[in-house]
Nanobody, 129 residues
């Protein structure tokens, strides 16, 4: 059974940083692309960042490019999201997701929600003064 457990959220002031973690189990983690998504109240879930299985390729939403960094440690089955220069509009529940079961080249990752099939429960990030 695939399980994804996020941690690291919290309440911070604008301009602060947070590092989210997502611990994965139940699938050969190192073979799969991973993604971070977020959902703000009253809005649909949106893509934030994704990383290929090798970690060699990353993609970002324009709204977070240059401020957020996704990374992974395959030895620990964990993916991270370093968030710097946080803004109030970053407030949302952040969830990690693993790509659908299948074969992926080491450099592949996607921003499409429908390419992911398991999601964590999410961690709340609130940016407010």
């Amino acid at each position: 059974q695939v399980q994804l457990v996020e941690s690291g959220g919290g309440l911070v002031q604008p301009g602060a940083s947070l590092r989210l973690s997502c611990a994965a189990s139940g699938r050969a983690f190192s073979r799969y692309p991973m993604g971070w998504f977020r959902q703000a109240p009253g809005k649909e879930r949106e893509f934030v960042a994704a990383i290929s299985s090798s970690g060699g390729r990353t993609i970002y939403a324009d709204s977070v490019k240059g401020r957020f960094t996704i990374s992974r440690d395959n030895a620990k089955d964990t993916v991270y999201l370093q968030m710097n220069s946080l803004k109030p509009e970053d407030t949302a529940v952040y969830s990690c997701a693993v790509a659908r079961e299948g074969y992926y080249s080491s450099g592949y990752c996607s921003a499409r929600l429908d390419e992911y099939d398991y999601w964590g429960q999410g961690t709340q990030v609130t940016v407010s003064s």
